[in-house]
């Protein structure tokens, strides 16, 4: 499952911080406790979020989640 992901992030482009949160994001740290982790804003944080979403054509959290939760489901 993680070689999937990981394999997805570098479809979708994402930057080394960019993978990193996206981690985070999906092991369900807030974004607070993400800024706390990188030791940046929490603007810093929010801006890096929302070009993940942008490059992985979801708006929230739940649907980046919600990719990878269908491949578990649908993965034989």
């Known amino acids: ?3 999937y992901i990981n ?3 570098d479809k979708w482009q994402l930057t080394n ?3 990193d949160i996206a981690w985070l ?9 993400i800024a706390h ?3 940046v804003s929490g603007k810093t ?5 929302s070009i993940i979403y942008k490059k992985s054509n979801v708006s929230n959290r739940h649907e980046l989640m919600s990719n990878f939760l269908e ?6």
């Open 71 to 76: 491949e578990f489901i649908n993965f034989k």
């Open 37 to 39: 982790i990188r030791k």
């Open 25 to 33: 994001i999906i092991k369900g740290y807030s974004f607070k406790e």
């Open 17 to 19: 911080a960019e993978h």
């Open 45 to 49: 944080i929010s801006q890096q979020t």
């Open 7 to 9: 394999q997805t992030f």
């Open 1 to 3: 499952m993680a070689n």
